[in-house]
């Protein structure tokens, strides 16, 4: 913003999009930036230096960065006529002792004489070339006529160095970048990125990106290079955030405040010798602005133009910079509508074979299907369809169809996305009092959710005590395959996501260039979700007529009515008590929270004529801890808890890394324009399994002035869940798929205590080529393996309907005959048996 005008709640940015998602931008938009070679015309008057740095970095739409004490107290001449950005800047500064250095196609960064410069304030500026190692200064940006970034006095990602470019490839994406994706939100920008894979947790919940069914609060997360969301570890400001979902073992971005964020710094390689568990595949840190000056207000209005969702969401910001300090405030309001699937045509249908694929409806439909045993493998097949268009009131067997099953799609009336509300505030505020610095930053959101869900679906028995009662083969019972989506609403879900963070730090200058910085952070997310719709197993027997009546329950079918499950005509006179039937809930709240202190120290060790070896060390203690209850009401009259944790663990680090210089600008030679070395190692000691060290090693090469080339090797680790370590036992009945019918199974879910970490070996290779005579081109490949060992996983869970039928699950499956066997009959009544 411009420092003429500091009017709080001055509206600088406006625009109300409709029609298709636009992002709104700002009416004030700078224009492209431009080349660096390129030369403008300069009109700069006399006056003070600050003034006229910000009037060339207006006119020649670069990025000029420097502290505000470097500029203090200083004129400048008036200067016109036509220049380069860093022709103009350097008759500008001329006699000052002010050097000027260019770290990226649209980054200028001013220094101070080399004897004045401060050693220990160095590090990369966002939006830099990621290998540069530009000073990192608590800089004065200037005015916002210009694409100008504030740069945070933080390390890069990757490192706990400054000044030191990293080995592993990194990907940076301005607040500008993430607007100019196209995207409407945080979350749906980042997970643009090509490194990031589409699977996993999303808001889309129903749409089987998430076979363990981990994110039932509809949370968004990051997977890069799709080894799962908990391979990859998400920061905010260099801090842990709290997880999300049922195993909290990933982070909800959605949340994020756009308003507030500054840059996000993807690093695509293993680090856990810098950050410890869950950076296998990558790390992802939000950097947060720092502080602001002025006042902002944006508005995004949208709607697709094929009918479905409209959003809209207000964004407003305010700060305020003095020396040595500052604070911004950031508030977001997001509104998201459902999207119902029926509004699409490849998810309104599971019948995909117009669009050129398979029939996927189910036979537990509506009308229901008459099952039978397969001689051959034992299982349930549709061998008699209900016929549709009746009542079920009269029916004779010779009216059932045998060999053409009904069939049902499953995804009526179900959303694709759910209708959400965010609310999102972050807080920041830092101080300088001499050689330290103080800062702090708090942030809280709130996100309220509602889905409608699959409709309801259940197989059960039906015998001669159901006034409706007919068997096509004169059997005394039938067992059916049902869909209530065609006598009751579908399953509705609710809930809200609830996250709360602090971070508290404080950072000290040293004597010969070092630093030394201590933090504490605690962050805390809680989750509840209710759902209601669910078939209640209770009603739903004394409906058939196979319980007698419970007086707990207000369902008496005598006087309510007996469901009618041969009934064919969708909400006719079974709706009343279809929807006694579905008056099953469950309720699941969650709690993870970290908590974590650190204190590290860095700085130079010994100048080699490539420059300074950098040494960082320090050691940290966090505490991780997890709380859930279940409460589910399908079997009882009243709400019984199923399951509950409480959990918690403690952490315990040590961590160093060294760079060592061999080559750099004070010798370079032909074939070794730069040659550096880095090692980084970490050892973490968990109460709940022990001690794990992981080390990794890094290069950098320029072989030539705008060339480098950069290789990475180390070693990662993912602790298990809490969770994943300590969920008690649970027996479930499933009716699993077996060639074309269903198997009654019990199947077993729960934790293992004996679990240890998975570990992983990676490298990269990769190179990056900037050309000075082509400015704003940069050419970057980069090569990778990444090899497990011990994942933890559910294979079982993640492919379940498929179970007895995949031969590599075949270890996990155990086949009983208690009819033929004695042990097999002992053996299943001790699992029913159990309190699991």
């Given at each position: 913003?411009?420092?003429?005008?500091?009017?709080?709640?001055?509206f600088?940015n406006l625009?109300?999009?409709?029609?298709?998602?636009?992002?709104?931008?700002?009416?004030?938009?700078?224009?492209?930036?431009?080349?660096?070679?390129?030369?403008?015309?300069?009109?700069?008057p006399?006056?003070?230096?600050?003034?006229?740095?910000?009037?060339?970095?207006?006119?020649?739409?670069?990025?000029?960065?420097?502290?505000?004490?470097?500029?203090?107290?200083?004129?400048?001449?008036?200067?016109?006529?036509?220049?380069?950005?860093?022709?103009?800047?350097?008759?500008?500064?001329?006699?000052?002792?002010?050097?000027?250095?260019?770290?990226?196609?649209?980054?200028?960064?001013?220094?101070?004489?080399?004897?004045?410069?401060?050693?220990?304030?160095?590090?990369?500026?966002?939006?830099?070339?990621?290998?540069?190692?530009?000073?990192?200064?608590?800089?004065?940006?200037?005015?916002?006529?210009?694409?100008?970034?504030?740069?945070?006095?933080?390390?890069?990602?990757?490192?706990?160095?400054?000044?030191?470019?990293?080995?592993?490839?990194?990907?940076?994406?301005?607040?500008?970048?993430?607007?100019?994706?196209?995207?409407?939100?945080?979350?749906?920008a980042?997970?643009?990125?090509?490194?990031?894979?589409?699977?996993?947790?999303?808001?889309?919940?129903?749409?089987?990106?998430?076979?363990?069914?981990?994110?039932?609060?509809?949370?968004?997360?990051l997977n890069?290079?799709?080894?799962?969301?908990?391979?990859?570890?998400?920061?905010?400001?260099?801090?842990?955030?709290?997880?999300?979902?049922?195993f909290?073992?990933?982070?909800?971005?959605?949340?994020?405040?756009?308003?507030?964020?500054?840059?996000?710094?993807?690093?695509?390689?293993?680090?856990?010798a810098?950050?410890?568990?869950?950076?296998?595949?990558?790390?992802?840190?939000?950097?947060?602005?720092?502080d602001?000056?002025?006042?902002?207000?944006?508005l995004?209005?949208?709607?697709?133009?094929?009918?479905?969702?409209?959003?809209?969401?207000?964004?407003?910001?305010?700060?305020?910079?003095?020396?040595?300090?500052?604070?911004i405030?950031?508030?977001?309001?997001?509104?998201?509508?459902?999207?119902?699937?029926?509004?699409?045509?490849?998810?309104?249908?599971?019948?995909?074979?117009?669009?050129?694929?398979?029939?996927e409806?189910?036979?537990?439909s509506?009308p229901?299907?008459?099952?039978?045993t397969?001689?051959?493998?034992?299982?349930?097949?549709?061998?008699?369809?209900?016929?549709a268009?009746?009542?079920?009131?009269g029916?004779?067997?010779?009216?059932?169809?045998?060999?053409a099953?009904?069939?049902?799609?499953?995804?009526?009336?179900?959303?694709?996305?759910?209708?959400?509300?965010?609310?999102?505030?972050?807080l920041?505020?830092?101080?300088?009092?001499g050689?330290?610095?103080?800062?702090?930053?708090?942030?809280?959101?709130?996100?309220?959710?509602?889905?409608?869900?699959?409709?309801?679906?259940?197989?059960?028995?039906?015998?001669?005590?159901?006034?409706?009662?007919?068997?096509?083969?004169?059997?005394?019972?039938?067992?059916?395959?049902?869909n209530?989506?065609?006598?009751?609403?579908?399953p509705?879900?609710?809930?809200?996501?609830?996250?709360?963070?602090?971070?508290?730090?404080?950072?000290?200058?040293?004597?010969?260039?070092?630093?030394?910085?201590?933090?504490?952070?605690?962050?805390?997310?809680?989750?509840?979700?209710?759902?209601?719709?669910?078939?209640?197993?209770?009603?739903?027997?004394?409906?058939?007529?196979?319980?007698?009546?419970?007086?707990?329950?207000?369902?008496?079918?005598?006087?309510?009515?007996?469901?009618?499950?041969?009934?064919?005509?969708?909400?006719?006179?079974?709706?009343?008590?279809?929807?006694?039937i579905?008056?099953?809930?469950?309720?699941?709240?969650?709690?993870?929270?970290?908590m974590?202190?650190?204190?590290?120290?860095?700085?130079?060790?010994?100048?080699?004529?490539?420059?300074?070896i950098?040494?960082?060390?320090?050691?940290?203690?966090?505490?991780?801890?997890?709380?859930?209850?279940?409460?589910?009401?399908?079997?009882?009259?009243?709400?019984?808890?199923?399951?509950?944790?409480?959990?918690?663990?403690?952490?315990?680090?040590?961590?160093?890394?060294?760079?060592?210089?061999?080559?750099?600008?004070?010798?370079?030679r032909?074939?070794?324009q730069?040659?550096?070395?880095?090692?980084?190692?970490r050892v973490?000691?968990?109460?709940?399994?022990?001690?794990?060290?992981?080390?990794?090693?890094?290069?950098?090469?320029?072989?030539?002035?705008?060339?480098?080339?950069?290789?990475?090797?180390?070693?990662?680790?993912?602790?298990?869940?809490?969770?994943?370590?300590?969920?008690?036992?649970?027996?479930?009945?499933?009716?699993?798929?077996l060639?074309?019918?269903?198997l009654?199974?019990l199947?077993?879910?729960?934790?293992?205590?004996?679990?240890?970490?998975?570990?992983?070996?990676?490298?990269?290779?990769?190179?990056?080529?900037?050309?000075?005579?082509?400015p704003?081109?940069?050419?970057s490949?980069?090569?990778?393996?990444?090899?497990?060992?011990?994942?933890?996983?559910?294979?079982?869970?993640?492919?379940?309907?498929?179970?007895?039928?995949?031969p590599?699950l075949?270890?996990?499956?155990?086949?009983?005959?208690?009819?033929?066997?004695?042990?097999?009959?002992a053996?299943?009544q001790?699992?029913?048996?159990?309190?699991?």
């Amino acid at each position: 913003m411009d420092r003429t005008d500091r009017t709080p709640g001055r509206f600088r940015n406006l625009l109300l999009a409709s029609s298709i998602w636009i992002v709104a931008a700002a009416l004030s938009a700078p224009a492209p930036a431009a080349a660096a070679s390129a030369v403008v015309t300069i009109d700069v008057p006399a006056g003070s230096l600050d003034n006229a740095l910000a009037a060339i970095a207006g006119q020649t739409h670069q990025q000029v960065l420097y502290t505000a004490d470097l500029v203090a107290r200083r004129r400048a001449a008036a200067l016109h006529g036509d220049y380069t950005a860093e022709d103009a800047l350097h008759r500008l500064l001329d006699g000052t002792g002010i050097t000027v250095r260019r770290t990226g196609p649209n980054v200028l960064v001013l220094e101070a004489p080399r004897a004045a410069l401060e050693p220990t304030a160095v590090g990369r500026p966002f939006g830099a070339d990621d290998a540069t190692g530009a000073p990192e200064l608590p800089t004065q940006s200037v005015p916002n006529v210009a694409p100008v970034v504030t740069v945070d006095a933080v390390t890069v990602t990757g490192s706990n160095l400054r000044n030191v470019p990293i080995a592993s490839p990194l990907v940076t994406l301005s607040h500008d970048d993430l607007e100019r994706s196209g995207q409407t939100t945080v979350a749906d920008a980042v997970r643009a990125i090509p490194s990031n894979f589409g699977g996993g947790a999303s808001e889309s919940f129903g749409t089987g990106g998430d076979p363990l069914s981990r994110n039932g609060s509809f949370s968004s997360g990051l997977n890069l290079r799709g080894l799962g969301n908990n391979a990859t570890l998400m920061l905010m400001n260099g801090h842990r955030i709290a997880g999300s979902g049922t195993f909290a073992d990933f982070v909800d971005i959605s949340t994020i405040p756009s308003g507030a964020l500054d840059r996000v710094e993807v690093l695509e390689d293993g680090a856990s010798a810098i950050y410890g568990s869950d950076a296998v595949a990558g790390v992802v840190n939000f950097i947060m602005k720092r502080d602001y000056d002025g006042a902002e207000t944006r508005l995004l209005g949208g709607a697709a133009t094929q009918g479905g969702r409209t959003q809209g969401q207000l964004d407003q910001t305010f700060g305020r910079r003095w020396e040595n300090g500052g604070f911004i405030v950031s508030y977001e309001l997001r509104h998201q509508d459902d999207l119902p699937g029926a509004d699409r045509p490849f998810a309104a249908t599971a019948d995909l074979r117009a669009l050129g694929g398979t029939d996927e409806r189910l036979t537990t439909s509506f009308p229901g299907n008459i099952l039978v045993t397969d001689p051959v493998t034992k299982a349930l097949v549709p061998g008699f369809a209900i016929p549709a268009g009746q009542n079920g009131i009269g029916l004779t067997p010779s009216q059932f169809i045998a060999g053409a099953p009904n069939l049902f799609n499953q995804r009526q009336g179900a959303d694709i996305l759910p209708d959400q509300t965010l609310n999102s505030i972050y807080l920041a505020a830092h101080q300088g009092l001499g050689n330290l610095e103080v800062s702090a930053d708090v942030r809280a959101s709130s996100r309220r959710y509602k889905d409608i869900n699959v409709p309801a679906q259940a197989t059960f028995t039906v015998t001669g005590a159901n006034p409706y009662f007919v068997s096509p083969t004169g059997a005394a019972s039938e067992r059916i395959a049902y869909n209530f989506g065609g006598e009751a609403p579908n399953p509705v879900v609710v809930g809200d996501s609830n996250a709360v963070a602090a971070t508290l730090s404080a950072t000290l200058k040293l004597a010969h260039a070092w630093r030394a910085e201590a933090y504490a952070a605690f962050a805390e997310q809680r989750d509840v979700t209710h759902g209601d719709g669910i078939v209640s197993q209770l009603i739903l027997n004394e409906a058939l007529g196979n319980a007698p009546p419970n007086p707990a329950v207000a369902y008496n079918p005598a006087v309510d009515g007996y469901f009618n499950p041969f009934d064919g005509i969708p909400g006719g006179a079974n709706a009343k008590v279809a929807a006694r039937i579905s008056s099953g809930s469950v309720l699941t709240r969650g709690r993870d929270q970290v908590m974590t202190f650190n204190l590290q120290a860095d700085g130079p060790v010994w100048n080699l004529p490539g420059g300074d070896i950098q040494v960082a060390a320090g050691v940290q203690a966090r505490r991780e801890g997890f709380v859930t209850t279940n409460l589910v009401e399908v079997a009882t009259p009243t709400p019984q808890l199923i399951s509950s944790l409480d959990l918690s663990r403690t952490v315990t680090a040590a961590f160093a890394e060294l760079q060592v210089p061999l080559f750099g600008a004070e010798n370079a030679r032909p074939g070794f324009q730069r040659l550096e070395l880095s090692l980084a190692g970490r050892v973490e000691h968990y109460d709940s399994f022990g001690v794990t060290a992981n080390p990794k090693f890094g290069l950098l090469w320029s072989p030539l002035q705008d060339l480098q080339v950069r290789a990475t090797y180390g070693t990662s680790f993912r602790a298990p869940a809490l969770r994943e370590l300590a969920s008690p036992a649970e027996y479930n009945s499933q009716m699993l798929a077996l060639g074309a019918g269903h198997l009654l199974s019990l199947t077993l879910s729960g934790g293992n205590p004996d679990l240890t970490p998975e570990t992983a070996k990676s490298w990269t290779l990769g190179f990056d080529w900037q050309p000075a005579r082509i400015p704003g081109l940069k050419l970057s490949a980069t090569g990778f393996d990444i090899s497990f060992k011990n994942r933890i996983e559910q294979p079982v869970g993640a492919n379940l309907q498929n179970a007895l039928q995949d031969p590599t699950l075949s270890a996990f499956v155990t086949r009983i005959s208690p009819a033929t066997s004695a042990a097999d009959l002992a053996l299943i009544q001790r699992l029913l048996a159990s309190p699991s």
